[in-house]
């Protein structure tokens, strides 16, 4: 199986991460995308113990390097062309997410996806974490009865960031780049899709960082009537011992469930009690290559992809207008 | 300073939590305010060295006690009434919260309280929960910088309750009983009022408990653009160690304050660390007492109670209607 990766300015490390439990599959050739330096790609992929060509124009690549699969880790706004063009070719896309920055190119994708043999799903790696993994199986399971309602936290450290991040449209706002982590929970937790919106968002304090939204809440009903709650920041202090504290909160009919600090607690009949979570069983990026290959069901599919793209822009549309949105 | 007290539907223990502080206060009269056994009323008064008189109707209690202070704590659907008639007759009000289910009933005690001598505050006395306050004075003095984000969290055990909690109109709703700490510690810690707020809720999976809904969600933003949230539920199972699980979470330029399980945490550029709360130095009845005897200024205003009461009902016209109310 070729792969072929464009750009590294997110999460393509994912790649490398889980490479090697799909042996068949091989880095064949890179590209920056844009005017990156293309340095760090080829030292990841040096590293992992490949040797790929380097293309300037990474459709060219595509045209070449044939690919069966691509990752996308190009400029945030160039995610949708990208990845309308290798449907286009039939390539598997593994993509950053979120994989549109407007609803128009998510509509596009879609369209392509339609008419190709290729799958796309976006990089929601937070699923696989230890905690959250577990701790989904655990409502899937039926740990706290009937889902009633769910909160999602994402709280970051700001830091120093490139200037893409500056402007909304090469940054794409921060409901979607940060909290797409949070939506992407609330969807995987309830196992459901969303109905309606409302969202507020501030960019003021956010230490001269363009349009970037400092911070941001959502609230949505799902469409069997889970509320919904998603807490956005970029406010942890640098101070903090971690980079980001993730949390969710799920409230049942029997029970409530929590992750935070990397572990799970649950209130339930049986009381009070904590969970360490065990290592998952699965890895974001060979997760989607072995159910490519036939082999076990990944836990992201196509249709949630684009399900959780578009709670991510429609969520920004209700912070944009003040207005609800419905799905 | 004489007392009368009207019902004991609610928290009207909190007179006596406090009131040997202030020993000029006796309790003269009592009603239950409707048909409501008196007795708890009664030996509560005994119990803290009182022997009012009981009367059957409340009206008849104010003209002939002609009390200082009325604690108003009847059914909730009669707190407006009650406010207005001490109001009239210039008598100070200790009320229950919240002191109207009705925009139009809050209206009508405002137009009262305008041609009154007479003060008027409700029980917020989660405000002087020992983490609250020292929380709420650690973030006025600037231990988060600048207030950007705010999240308040009701969690409580549903229990058996009454029947008057099954409707609408005698309960006024899930946001205003149970979500009115919430939006009051938003209040209270970012010493601001509101703009605008949109909310949700549900009350299917109740548990055979009609109209009251089971979980909410309410999203603020303040005057000075802060954003808040507030999530309330009646899903702690019963198991748990607490009938309630209180939170508030505040991140700011500078620092994220939490209150949780009775702590403190903050993270700043120090690091993170915890604090024990300590006693506070005022309890809500004597608080109230004091300043009206010209004393120490209370924590709580008039202007105060007016604002969360409005906003409780403001919330909840946001969930019934499904549309962004502003204020």
Known sequence: MKLCMIGSRGHCAYVFESITEVPDVTVTAVSPGCE?????????????????????????????????????????????????????????????????????????????????????????????DP??????????????GKVKLIRAQKSYKLGTRPDFYRKRETYGGTIPWVGS???????????????????????????GNGDLEIAALCQFVTRSGILASASIDYLRPVSASTHGDDRVRVAGTDGVLEVANGKITLIDAGGE????????DRKLFSDFILELEGGRPAIVSDAETFELTRACLLAREAADTGKQVLF
């Open 36 to 128: 990156d330096d293309p340095s760090r790609l080829l030292a990841m992929s040096e590293r992992a113990g490949f040797h790929p060509e380097l293309h300037g124009d990474w459709r060219t690549m595509l045209d070449k390097a044939a690919p069966d699969v691509v990752c996308i880790d190009g400029p945030f706004d160039k995610h949708a062309e990208m990845c309308i063009e290798a449907l286009r070719r039939n390539i598997h896309v593994f993509c950053e997410k979120p994989i549109a920055l407007t609803l128009e190119d998510l509509d596009r994708i879609q369209q392509a996806h339609a008419g190709s043999s290729a799958r796309i799903v976006s990089m929601v790696g937070l699923r696989y």
């Open 131 to 144: 905690a959250f993994y577990q701790a989904a199986r655990m409502v899937h399971e039926g740990a706290v």
């Open 181 to 207: 982590h949070a939506l992407d929970w609330i969807l995987y937790f309830t196992q459901d899709t969303f109905r309606s919106v409302t969202a507020v968002q501030t960019a003021e304090d956010n230490q």
């Open 273 to 280: 009690r904590s969970f360490t979570p065990e290592t998952p």
